[in-house]
């Protein structure tokens, strides 16, 4: 199994919290694992990434607010999310470049309410 396969998805008012978690399985030196997030009519796009040696980036509009980790197996990635906005609201894909090569998780639902 190489797909990875993501958690933690659901329903919080503005101004919550959720902690999502993807499975990555077989990550190594090359890998790259990413969040992206695709809202209902937009195009998908990213939101956070980190290298397998520990290096991030975030998108501007979740600067401050997201924290992307993983954990010290390099086999499950997070993304906590605070200070959830409406604007938040969207299916989020978890992306594992391995080595070049891109796999795909199915997604999991994120819905912030006013």
């Known amino acids: 199994q190489v797909q990875p396969v993501e958690s933690g998805g659901g329903s919080v008012q503005a101004g919550g919290s959720l902690r999502l978690s993807c499975s990555v399985p077989r990550s190594t030196y090359c890998s790259l694992m990413s969040w992206y997030r695709q809202a209902p009519g937009k195009a998908r796009e990213l939101v956070s990434f980190i290298h397998y040696f520990g290096g991030t980036n975030y998108a501007d509009s979740v600067k401050g607010r997201f924290t992307i980790s993983q954990d010290n197996t390099k086999n499950t990635l997070f993304l906590q999310m605070d200070s959830l906005k409406p604007e938040d609201t969207a299916m989020y894909y978890c992306?594992?470049?391995?080595?070049?090569?891109?796999?795909w998780g199915q997604g999991t639902q994120v819905t912030v309410s006013s």
């Open positions: 992306n594992h470049n391995r080595c070049g090569t891109d796999y």
